[in-house]
């Protein structure tokens, strides 16, 4: 078995040319000779092959006529997720959607069984999607899923400090269940302290450095200690906040940026940080989406089909959407099989990792905050 066919054994997509890559191959004589551009590389310059190819692959779609848009939906808190939601979406629009989003928190509870999650999460990437996974840690000041106690951002990212060793050892917590995908060979759209533009999270609306410091320590903490290599990392803003910028750490530390977004009409304008992030040349998704007001209680209109519409009228360079569970659950949608027959729209199976090209390791990344 040749190199480049090892690299994606243990991943079954239908629509996956291998043949097409090993043309390029022989038309450049040998991979070690491509010359595309750093670009195309994740932020982590030790990133797997793998994870490298699916980059790629979010960073072609706006450009292609069709099959752009990536379905998603999220599963349910840790401990308590809901295994029949994607069966359900199947049977009203006979469609799975391609991204499958889960979420690492315990609030409050002991960390350890990532189980029920990453089972859900290998089963769908063996069947031809991919994998997310958000972040929700407890205030490391006072153990649990608590907002309001002040964290003081710098002394967590100071080696040696209580708050810091507290810090380390969520991150470490977090890596055990990353690294069981890693060792299944996912891909993980990682999306941690997110929605930091809004100030209901302890790591929320803070001071711009301090945050950017934060993200690079667990940026460096969880690629370098940790050893995961598997991993895409995504800066996730709340739609229509503001501070689009304030707290971006960096090129050299986000493969894909985006805003989570809750609709009170059903529709979704233009996002105010669209253009802004647009411009940073990253993949851009509405990695958290619900057509209802942020309570779920607002909810006017069903009509999954203003979503896949409204990306198209208004923010045409989206490369995924993920729904949130409950009232802003597909399943709670009217005319899913509409949607997912729009040809924008990509369902599981759909997912060529085929065309884009081969990427080069980029160059490494500053080491930033020293992790101890």
């Known amino acids: 078995m040749n190199e480049m066919e090892t690299i994606y054994e243990n991943h079954v997509f239908p629509q996956f040319h291998r043949r097409k890559i090993w043309c390029v191959v022989l038309l450049a004589g040998s991979v070690l000779f491509f010359n595309f551009s750093s670009a195309l590389a994740a932020a982590d310059p030790n990133a797997t092959e793998k994870t490298n190819v699916v980059l790629a692959y979010l960073k072609s779609l706006p450009s292609k006529p069709d099959k752009k848009v990536l379905s998603g939906q999220f599963i349910g808190w840790m401990y308590s997720e809901d295994p029949e939601l994607f069966p359900r979406i199947h049977q009203m629009s006979g469609k799975y959607p391609a991204i499958m989003s889960g979420n690492y928190a315990d609030f409050g509870g002991e960390w350890g069984d990532f189980s029920t999650t990453n089972s859900l999460l290998v089963n ?31 002394q967590l990212v100071t080696p040696g400090t ?46 711009g450095t301090e945050f950017k410091n934060l993200w690079i320590y667990t940026f460096n903490y969880l690629t370098q200690r940790k050893n995961l290599h598997n991993l895409l990392w995504v800066y996730a803003l709340n739609a229509n906040t503001g501070d689009t910028l304030t707290y971006y750490p960096g090129d050299q530390y986000v493969d894909v940026v985006g805003v989570d977004y809750y609709s009170s009409s059903g529709n979704f304008p ?89 990427a080069p390791r980029s160059p490494a990344a500053p080491s930033g905050l020293r992790i101890q």
């Open 270 to 358: 233009t996002a105010y940080e669209y253009q802004t992030l647009k411009n940073l040349g990253k993949p851009f998704a509405l990695t958290e989406l619900g057509q209802c007001d942020p309570s779920g209680e607002n909810c006017p209109s069903a009509d999954s089909r203003q979503v896949i519409n409204s990306i198209k009228q208004n923010m045409p360079d989206a490369v995924y959407w993920s729904n949130w569970e409950d009232a802003w659950a597909l399943d709670r949608q009217s005319h899913l099989s509409e949607l997912f027959s729009d040809p924008w729209v990509v369902s599981r199976g759909e997912i060529d990792l085929g065309s884009p090209p081969h």
């Open 124 to 154: 769908h990437w063996n069947s031809g999607g991919l994998v997310e996974v958000a972040v929700h840690i407890d205030n490391p000041v006072t153990g649990n899923w608590e907002l309001s106690t002040y964290v003081d951002l710098v």
């Open 162 to 207: 209580t708050l810091n060793n507290r810090w380390n050892t969520e991150l470490d917590r977090i890596a055990t269940g990353l690294s069981e995908l890693q060792n299944n060979g996912i891909v993980v759209l990682f999306r941690p302290l997110l929605e930091m533009n809004g100030d209901w999270f302890w790591w929320g609306a803070r001071n």
